[in-house]
């Protein structure tokens, strides 16, 4: 592609681009006072906009639905202002930490569990809170990776990207550096085989784990993208989100992860959703998500089951929810298709 096409931002280019009617207009302005509004090319051009259900709209275009706060949503969903000892850095598990080094996105999610947060490009770290917080964790030989996360962390440029990839890597004690991105979805063209390179030869062990919801994201552009990491030597694991309207169907989910496979990606985690402001419409019970995973496990190759976590609300930790196989009490343990066996 020669030119690039400009990235939606407010209600006038959404009206223009037909992806909200005049009558929601009024609404979406609203929103876009609270939470940061962004539509990226290559996610516009995923929608279809003749289908008003459609699930790649639904996790990116504004809604009135984002007006409703209830009781038990929280700015900070997961508690990461509790366990963040400097700028830019969480430290809640003992060997490794989160570092936001920015919270701009090329598309922002109408989901994020961070999105009181995300769109803030002064919130991106300046050259002395990084120095502090690479400090911190050269310090503490406890911590064995990194996790790069944000907003974007492939939205910074591929120099600045190289030099905090450096310094890093000079690290002794780290492990792993990992990366957190929507990038190869929200806007794959940023992924260049240079790119891809030097993740490869950052020097230490480079993990990326991309974040896809519907297995129409993973178009051709995701895709080439997602191969060019791959060709690199990249090991890829996929994050998603279950969000009701979205990819709360087993065919959905199923689709989804086999797509993952095919392009070398080993889904890791099925998200339940947080409890991030006005994003009520998005949820379901546990107990529904743990039906889907039990049709997962049924239906789908061992290689592409992701485990089902939730983010304990406050800061307590991530834990898997199930489903569980293993009733300790009857002493059985349950097959694939919903029948118990005894085991002793
Ligand atoms: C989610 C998270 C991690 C990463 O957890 P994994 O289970 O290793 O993927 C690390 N630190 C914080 C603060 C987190 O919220
Ligand atoms: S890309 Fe990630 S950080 Fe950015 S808005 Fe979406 S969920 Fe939030």
């Known amino acids: 592609m020669s030119s690039r096409r400009r990235t939606l931002r407010n209600t006038a280019d959404l009206l223009e681009s037909g992806l909200i009617r005049p009558f929601q207009a009024e609404d979406v302005a609203r929103v876009a006072q609270i939470y940061t509004v962004a539509l990226s090319t290559a996610v516009a051009d995923l929608i279809d906009r003749q289908d008003e259900a459609d699930p790649i709209a639904r996790q990116y275009v504004p809604s009135s639905a984002e007006l409703i706060d209830t009781a038990d949503?929280?700015?900070?969903?997961?508690?990461?202002?509790?366990?963040?000892?400097?700028?830019?850095?969480?430290?809640?598990?003992?060997?490794?930490?989160?570092?936001?080094?920015?919270?701009?996105?090329?598309?922002?999610?109408?989901?994020?569990?961070?999105?009181?947060?995300?769109?803030?490009?002064?919130?991106?770290?300046?050259?002395?809170?990084?120095?502090s917080a690479l400090a911190y964790v050269a310090a503490r030989p406890d911590i064995r990776e990194v996790i790069l996360t944000g907003g974007d962390p492939l939205m910074l440029s591929a120099s600045r990207l190289k030099a905090l990839l450096g310094r890093l890597a000079a690290i002794a004690h780290l492990d792993v550096i990992r990366i957190h991105s929507r990038v190869p979805v929200s806007d794959p063209e940023r992924v260049t085989a240079a790119l891809a390179q030097a993740l490869s030869r950052a020097g230490k062990a480079v993990w990326l784990a991309v974040h896809v919801n519907h297995p129409r994201e993973l178009s051709s552009l995701a895709g080439a993208a997602l191969a060019r990491l791959a060709d690199a030597g990249i090991p890829l694991l996929s994050q998603t989100v279950l969000l009701k309207g979205v990819n709360d169907r087993a065919e959905v989910l199923e689709e989804l992860m086999r797509g993952l496979i095919r392009h070398r990606?080993?889904?890791?985690?099925?998200?339940?959703?947080?409890?991030?402001?006005?994003?009520?419409?998005?949820?379901?019970?546990?107990?529904?998500?743990?039906?889907?995973?039990?049709?997962?496990?049924?239906?789908?190759?061992?290689?592409?089951?992701?485990t089902y976590v939730l983010d304990i609300p406050g800061g307590a930790g991530k834990v898997p929810v199930g489903p569980d196989y293993w009733d300790e009490e009857a002493g059985s343990v349950t097959d694939p298709a919903g029948r118990p066996h005894r085991y002793s």
Request: hydrophobic share 35%.
């Open 73 to 131: 949503e929280r700015q900070d969903p997961i508690g990461d202002a509790a366990y963040s000892p400097l700028k830019g850095l969480v430290h809640r598990y003992p060997d490794r930490v989160l570092l936001t080094p920015l919270l701009v996105c090329p598309v922002y999610c109408r989901f994020c569990f961070r999105r009181a947060r995300v769109g803030d490009a002064e919130a991106t770290m300046t050259e002395a809170e990084l120095e």
């Open 265 to 306: 990606v080993r889904p890791y985690y099925l998200h339940h959703p947080d409890l991030a402001p006005g994003t009520s419409h998005f949820r379901l019970s546990i107990a529904e998500g743990r039906t889907l995973m039990r049709a997962l496990r049924g239906r789908l190759s061992g290689i592409a089951q992701p």
